[in-house]
């Protein structure tokens, strides 16, 4: 069965500094995973993801994400944090085969917050 | 502009109503999808349509109903069988079931009072 995992409910980084929201997960076969960001009393917006190719992936407001097969991770990443980056994000995974009963799984998210 | 309405944005429900929830695209996408979150909670698949006049359970369907007799609209009921129905809801669609990215509305908040 799919499943994925945000270790952390709460990160927290000084502006300017670099982040890492981290991200595994489980799935039967090749991955297709998916990183969303969410503001408050908003709809989840797509960021970034990985279907296959290169292991760096860049996405949207200078975000990207590493895909580490034997670590089963992909964590998002940004080298320098805004305070307006402060938001609930999202890891998501779904397995590359074609059954039906394959569906996207959606991490428990993790609150990003930035200080000034 | 492409994208995915949802309305209403805020709705309050007395006990023992059903309530409609609105949702409709013009992405062209086949598949389209309603979670609920709680607040500070993540995702749960309600239903989910990969083609017109079909549609699945998700993981939490009961107190749901849905239809698909359009490719644009995926309208959600929520029954007075619904426990506990005070959550955000999120609409999304992507161009098949087993497409890639999903893409979602800008939620709709139902209040029972």
């Known amino acids: 069965a799919q499943s994925v995992a945000q270790p952390e409910d709460q990160v927290n980084v000084a502006e300017g500094n670099p982040l890492t929201v981290k991200c595994t997960y489980s799935?039967?076969?090749?991955?297709?995973l998916f990183w969303y960001v969410q503001y408050p009393n908003r709809g989840l917006q797509f960021l970034l993801k990985?279907?296959?190719?290169?292991?760096l992936v860049k996405g949207s407001y200078g975000f990207e994400a590493e895909f580490n097969k034997s670590q089963t991770s992909f964590h998002l990443k940004k080298p320098s944090a805004l305070v307006s980056d402060s938001a609930l994000y999202f890891c998501a995974v779904r397995d590359g085969g074609y059954s039906s009963a394959s569906k996207i799984i959606f991490g428990s998210g993790t609150r990003l917050s930035i200080r000034p | 502009d492409g994208g995915i309405t949802q309305s209403p944005k805020y709705l309050f429900r007395k006990e023992g109503q059903n309530v409609t929830l609105s949702c409709e695209q013009n992405l062209n996408h086949d598949a389209m999808y309603w979670y609920r979150q709680d607040p500070g909670q993540g995702l749960r698949l309600i239903y989910y349509s990969q083609i017109v006049n079909d549609f699945q359970k998700g993981d939490i369907a009961e107190g749901y109903s849905v239809s698909r007799e359009k490719k644009e609209s995926f309208p959600l009921t929520v029954t007075s069988a619904q426990k506990n129905p005070t959550a955000f809801y999120l609409c999304?669609?992507?161009?098949?079931?087993?497409?890639?990215?999903?893409?979602f509305g800008e939620g709709s908040w139902l209040t029972v009072v």
């Open positions: 999304a669609s992507s161009a098949t079931l087993l497409g890639n990215t999903i893409y």
């Open positions: 799935v039967s076969g090749n991955p297709y």
């Open positions: 990985y279907i296959t190719g290169d292991n």
